[in-house]
């Protein structure tokens, strides 16, 4: 009696793990995507691609996978560990650029994806300033989905009107502006620095001004030296910058701090432009953005990519994703909720608003630059060390030991100084 | 009874996959995480070219680092000095015969049963001090509304607080937790000892200060082994709170160790982070157990 029980045991469990793997051989298909996009405008943005692709592909059941956390903190951490391990997601979202190139195209990861591109026409449809950051030795190794402008100021309209002041155009105009608003009582300029990234961020878009496009995309090269007097006069302007932050800028992330602007207690911020998204999700239209002083001209750019994973489960289905992805249609249809704009250029502007029509013709006429915090300009290793320089940075101004600091890490980076 | 040899080989036996498996999966790991750290493995592909000390000798010229390890320090005895504190007095009141101890008792060792995460996220809440905007917020609005506003904090927005902040928590977390032990050991305490000292006139204080405290010297020890270990392990709590603060003044070496691996690839700088931590817990639980063992031997 007992040793029947057992064995009816034993059947029952090998019948239930048969009927599993019946069942799961019976699907359809399935493709996982991996991204960190689960806020506002970006997370309603991947589900306007997924409802394309629903409707195009309606057998294939979409995984979304997602982990949350500003710049894809998390998401990074759980990525590598799923490649290493050896099971990567069919298509993961990548900064196009460095980020992309070093850390998984260099090392074999990826496939490349040059013969998608050319039957479908991306190398005609996207400009070659963003063909460049997703190649590497001759191929094409990711889908560029939006291009970001990280280098822009934004403004409280009503705080400048009221007080007869216009957008600044260089540090001194600047800086003029912030004295005249701290004496009316009012935050100059905003900032939330609890992600470690935000101080970076601005502090780029300093060196881009006081270094020019040349001198700031040299830095990341070694033609340009992080001892270079241009880095001092940034470290010194960025420095005298803090002094008109908001003090509490520890306790909050970019879009906590920007919630200063659109209640009229802070008139100036700089950031990217998920700025524009963050402001109409909260209904705020009462702003103005113009290039960070000294950088007009130029365009800070990063952008989001797709890419194809060796070893990834269900290729076909990724194909078709990323077919998708780099269709005028799905452009549209991601760029207009996620606030960025379309990596082709042949698409119908008039649906976009003003600030994305603003940008798109900046796009074409501007000098184009790699954003450092946004993956595109330097290896992970070195935006993070880069990243933890300038946070102490904004705790404890050293100027020359930031400096030497700087000159340091591109040194561990590989770059000769 | 004296074992047989067949019986000893069975012993041997049953224990041997539980020993297999501990010697890949705990100490296989902890020397693979030792080789790494030698090496000059920074990039998702290993690199296991030997390196030597290089990245011991780099960490401590770190900055991050230092700042990491100067907050733990303050962390670990804050959070120690505070926890046994407390949890010593709350067992003393406990053991007084209050009503309802019950009660009590499970009020005060609650908070042990929840996740890092979720006291880290409620209390980032709670010691937000609040903007100009909101007003205080939080511990900040409670000290406003009983009259105690000059306590007011930045709490861990302010780099002078930093990690002294995130103590807080812990120790709401942990004290229950020591007053558990403690209230173990007092009543393991045989009554006569008390009642004779008392005969001899001896007053409450000095029960408590000369036979109670002497005799619970175990059980602090055993306190001490326990929260050091979770304070240098601290990772989680501060993730959820407050992440590496301003200046790092939140920043611990398992955050800094998280963060060069995984967002920078510093997989070598990470597994050399994660054997300084190994090599602090060792020094602190090695002695306990092997006074332990011989004890019980």
């Given at each position: 009696?007992?040793?029947?029980?057992?064995?009816?045991?034993l059947l029952?469990?090998?019948?239930?793990?048969?009927?599993g793997?019946?069942?799961?051989?019976?699907?359809?298909?399935t493709i996982?995507?991996?991204?960190?996009?689960?806020?506002?405008?970006?997370a309603?943005?991947?589900?306007a691609l997924?409802?394309?692709y629903?409707?195009?592909?309606?057998?294939?059941?979409?995984?979304?996978?997602?982990?949350?956390?500003?710049?894809?903190?998390?998401?990074?951490?759980?990525?590598k560990?799923?490649?290493?391990?050896?099971?990567?997601?069919?298509?993961?979202?990548v900064?196009?650029?460095?980020?992309?190139?070093?850390t998984w195209?260099?090392?074999?990861f990826m496939?490349?994806l040059?013969?998608?591109?050319?039957s479908?026409?991306?190398?005609?449809?996207?400009?070659?300033?963003?063909?460049?950051?997703?190649?590497?030795?001759?191929?094409?190794w990711?889908?560029p989905?939006?291009?970001?402008?990280?280098?822009v100021?934004?403004?409280n309209?009503?705080?400048?009107?009221d007080?007869?002041?216009?957008?600044?155009?260089?540090?001194?105009?600047?800086?003029?502006?912030a004295?005249?608003?701290?004496?009316?009582?009012?935050?100059p300029?905003?900032?939330g620095?609890k992600d470690?990234?935000?101080?970076?961020?601005?502090?780029?878009?300093v060196?881009?001004?006081?270094l020019?496009?040349?001198?700031?995309s040299?830095?990341?090269t070694?033609?340009?030296k992080?001892?270079?007097?241009g880095?001092?006069?940034?470290?010194e302007?960025f420095?005298?910058?803090?002094?008109?932050v908001?003090?509490?800028?520890?306790?909050f992330?970019w879009?906590?701090?920007?919630?200063?602007?659109?209640?009229?207690?802070?008139?100036?911020?700089i950031?990217?432009?998920?700025?524009?998204?963050?402001?109409f999700?909260?209904?705020?239209?009462?702003?103005?953005?113009?290039?960070?002083?000294?950088?007009?001209?130029?365009?800070?750019?990063l952008s989001?990519?797709?890419?194809?994973?060796?070893?990834?489960?269900?290729?076909?289905?990724?194909?078709?994703?990323?077919?998708v992805?780099?269709s005028k249609?799905?452009?549209?249809?991601?760029n207009?909720?996620?606030?960025?704009i379309?990596?082709?250029?042949?698409?119908d502007?008039?649906l976009f608003?003003?600030?994305?029509?603003?940008?798109?013709?900046d796009w074409?006429?501007?000098?184009?630059?790699?954003?450092v915090?946004?993956?595109?300009?330097?290896?992970?290793g070195?935006?993070?060390?880069?990243?933890?320089?300038?946070s102490?940075?904004?705790?404890?101004p050293?100027?020359?030991?930031?400096?030497?600091?700087?000159v340091?890490v591109a040194?561990r980076?590989?770059v000769?100084? | 009874?004296?074992k047989t040899?067949?019986?000893?080989?069975?012993?041997f036996?049953?224990?041997?996959?539980?020993?297999?498996?501990?010697?890949v999966f705990?100490?296989?790991?902890?020397?693979?995480?030792?080789?790494?750290?030698?090496?000059?493995?920074?990039?998702?592909?290993?690199?296991?070219?030997?390196?030597g000390?290089?990245?011991?000798i780099?960490?401590?010229?770190n900055?991050?680092?230092?700042i990491?390890?100067?907050?733990?320090l303050?962390f670990?005895?804050l959070?120690?000095?505070?926890?046994?504190?407390?949890?010593l007095?709350?067992?003393?009141?406990?053991?007084?015969?209050?009503?309802?101890?019950?009660?009590?008792?499970?009020?005060?060792?609650?908070?042990?049963?929840?996740?890092?995460?979720?006291t880290?996220?409620?209390w980032?809440?709670?010691?937000?001090p609040?903007?100009?905007?909101?007003?205080?917020?939080?511990?900040?609005?409670?000290?406003?509304?009983?009259?105690?506003g000059?306590?007011?904090?930045?709490?861990y927005t302010?780099?002078n607080?930093?990690?002294?902040?995130?103590?807080?928590?812990?120790v709401?977390?942990m004290?229950g937790?020591?007053?558990?032990?403690?209230?173990?050991?007092?009543?393991?305490?045989p009554?006569?000892?008390?009642?004779?000292?008392?005969?001899?006139?001896?007053?409450?204080?000095?029960v408590?200060r000369?036979i109670?405290?002497?005799?619970?010297?175990p059980?602090t020890?055993?306190?001490?082994?326990?929260?050091?270990?979770i304070?240098?392990?601290i990772?989680?709590l501060?993730v959820?709170?407050?992440g590496?603060?301003?200046?790092?003044?939140?920043?611990?070496?398992?955050?800094?160790?998280?963060?060069?691996?995984?967002r920078?690839?510093f997989?070598?700088?990470?597994?050399a982070?994660a054997?300084?931590?190994?090599?602090?817990?060792?020094?602190?639980?090695?002695?306990y157990?092997r006074?332990?063992l011989?004890?019980?031997?």
């Amino acid at each position: 009696m007992k040793r029947s029980k057992g064995l009816s045991l034993l059947l029952s469990v090998l019948l239930v793990l048969a009927l599993g793997t019946l069942a799961f051989s019976q699907e359809k298909g399935t493709i996982e995507i991996f991204s960190w996009w689960t806020a506002g405008g970006e997370a309603e943005g991947l589900q306007a691609l997924f409802d394309i692709y629903n409707r195009l592909y309606p057998d294939i059941e979409i995984i979304n996978a997602t982990v949350a956390g500003g710049a894809g903190a998390h998401a990074k951490a759980v990525l590598k560990t799923r490649m290493l391990g050896g099971d990567p997601p069919d298509t993961f979202q990548v900064h196009a650029g460095k980020e992309l190139i070093d850390t998984w195209v260099k090392t074999g990861f990826m496939e490349p994806l040059t013969d998608l591109f050319q039957s479908e026409g991306w190398v005609d449809v996207m400009p070659q300033g963003i063909l460049d950051i997703v190649s590497y030795e001759g191929d094409y190794w990711s889908v560029p989905v939006n291009i970001h402008r990280a280098n822009v100021l934004w403004y409280n309209k009503q705080i400048f009107a009221d007080n007869g002041l216009n957008p600044p155009q260089t540090f001194d105009e600047f800086f003029e502006i912030a004295d005249k608003l701290q004496e009316q009582g009012i935050i100059p300029l905003t900032m939330g620095t609890k992600d470690g990234w935000e101080a970076a961020h601005v502090f780029e878009t300093v060196l881009i001004a006081k270094l020019g496009a040349e001198g700031y995309s040299g830095l990341w090269t070694g033609e340009t030296k992080w001892s270079d007097p241009g880095v001092t006069e940034a470290l010194e302007t960025f420095k005298k910058m803090v002094t008109y932050v908001n003090p509490d800028h520890a306790a909050f992330t970019w879009d906590e701090a920007y919630e200063y602007i659109i209640d009229g207690k802070g008139a100036m911020g700089i950031m990217g432009d998920w700025v524009a998204g963050y402001f109409f999700s909260k209904e705020y239209t009462d702003f103005g953005w113009v290039p960070v002083p000294e950088t007009a001209g130029i365009f800070d750019a990063l952008s989001d990519s797709f890419g194809l994973p060796k070893g990834c489960k269900n290729r076909d289905n990724v194909i078709n994703f990323l077919k998708v992805l780099g269709s005028k249609e799905g452009q549209e249809a991601f760029n207009l909720k996620k606030g960025s704009i379309p990596a082709r250029t042949d698409v119908d502007r008039d649906l976009f608003g003003d600030y994305q029509k603003s940008v798109m013709e900046d796009w074409e006429k501007d000098v184009i630059v790699p954003s450092v915090m946004h993956g595109a300009a330097a290896a992970e290793g070195w935006v993070t060390e880069f990243k933890d320089v300038i946070s102490l940075f904004v705790a404890r101004p050293d100027i020359e030991v930031t400096q030497k600091a700087l000159v340091q890490v591109a040194e561990r980076a590989g770059v000769a100084q | 009874m004296k074992k047989t040899r067949g019986e000893k080989i069975l012993t041997f036996l049953f224990i041997l996959p539980s020993v297999i498996l501990i010697a890949v999966f705990v100490y296989g790991f902890i020397g693979w995480t030792g080789w790494i750290s030698l090496t000059k493995w920074k990039d998702v592909v290993p690199d296991f070219t030997f390196v030597g000390f290089k990245n011991y000798i780099d960490l401590f010229h770190n900055l991050r680092f230092q700042i990491g390890l100067k907050n733990i320090l303050v962390f670990t005895v804050l959070f120690l000095v505070v926890s046994i504190a407390i949890g010593l007095l709350l067992a003393i009141l406990l053991d007084r015969k209050v009503r309802f101890e019950n009660v009590f008792r499970s009020i005060y060792l609650f908070p042990m049963a929840i996740s890092f995460i979720v006291t880290g996220v409620v209390w980032r809440w709670m010691l937000n001090p609040g903007t100009a905007t909101t007003g205080s917020l939080g511990i900040n609005m409670l000290l406003d509304k009983i009259g105690l506003g000059f306590l007011k904090s930045g709490w861990y927005t302010d780099p002078n607080v930093g990690i002294k902040a995130v103590v807080i928590p812990a120790v709401w977390q942990m004290s229950g937790y020591v007053m558990a032990m403690y209230l173990a050991g007092i009543r393991g305490i045989p009554q006569e000892l008390s009642e004779a000292a008392q005969v001899d006139g001896a007053s409450n204080w000095q029960v408590y200060r000369y036979i109670i405290l002497p005799l619970l010297q175990p059980i602090t020890l055993g306190a001490v082994i326990i929260l050091t270990h979770i304070s240098l392990k601290i990772f989680d709590l501060v993730v959820a709170m407050t992440g590496a603060g301003v200046g790092f003044s939140c920043d611990v070496p398992a955050l800094f160790m998280y963060d060069t691996t995984f967002r920078g690839n510093f997989f070598a700088q990470g597994a050399a982070i994660a054997t300084i931590l190994l090599i602090f817990v060792a020094i602190l639980i090695i002695p306990y157990l092997r006074h332990g063992l011989r004890e019980g031997s």
